[in-house]
Each structure stands twice: as structure tokens, then as C-alpha cells.
Nanobody
């Protein structure tokens, strides 16, 4: 079992920035691909960004150029830097780890999930 702990959410004005953190205490997060998902009320959970074991990244079109995913293997932590936030980015953000080795953007393919952290963007 892999425990994931998110932090860094909060209230920010439109155009502002937040950095989310996803820590895996006591586990080598480098053994997993990690994705950041978000879920807004009434919407399905969607992948925002993903980083695989070798550091290759993926971004949803809607966040490309504004969000950056990175990982610090020494700290077993994956980050999501979010810049130029928009009201439509408001959601609960979850990090998730995928134990299998194939590329996937589907939530069902991720094995371990954090509890989520809420991001609120005021207009």
C-alpha cells in the first residue's frame, strides 16, 4: 500500500499561482508514474498532468504552458506548479500513483490515491 499526502491547495485570485505537493512518506515515489487529477462538481475526474518514472511529462491541453509537474525523488515528492490560474481550474486536486508500466490517462488505471486538496480561484 502506498500512502499519498497532498498539500498546497487554497484560495487564490485569478491569475495567481499555487504549488501542490504530493508526498509518499517512506516509499520510493520514483517507482511509480504519478498523475495529478482534478474533479470539479458534476464533472468526471480528469488527468491534468503526469510524470513517469524516467521524468517524461504529459499535460492536458487546457493547462499546457501554465502548469508544471516535477518530482524530487530524494524527498519522495511530486509537485504541480500552477500559474495563471483561472476560475475554471477550481476543483479538488488529487495525486495518484500508477504501479503498472503502461501509459494511461484514465483514473481507473491508477492504484493509489491521496485524499485531495481543494483549489479555489476567485474571479
Amino acid at each position: 500500500q502506498v500512502q499519498l499526502v497532498e498539500s498546497g491547495g487554497g484560495l487564490v485570485p485569478a491569475g495567481g499561482s499555487l504549488r501542490l505537493s504530493c508526498a509518499a512518506p517512506g516509499r520510493a515515489s520514483s517507482n511509480y508514474a504519478v498523475g495529478w487529477f482534478r474533479q470539479a462538481p458534476g464533472n468526471e475526474r480528469e488527468l491534468v498532468a503526469r510524470i513517469n518514472r524516467s521524468g517524461t511529462t504529459y499535460y492536458a491541453d487546457s493547462v499546457t504552458g501554465r502548469f508544471t509537474i516535477s518530482r524530487d525523488n530524494a524527498k519522495n515528492t511530486v509537485y504541480l506548479q500552477m500559474n495563471s490560474l483561472k476560475p475554471e481550474n477550481m476543483a479538488v486536486y488529487y495525486c495518484a500513483a500508477q504501479a503498472t508500466y503502461y501509459y494511461s490517462t484514465l483514473a481507473n488505471d491508477y492504484n493509489y490515491w491521496g485524499q485531495g486538496t481543494r483549489v479555489t480561484v476567485s474571479s
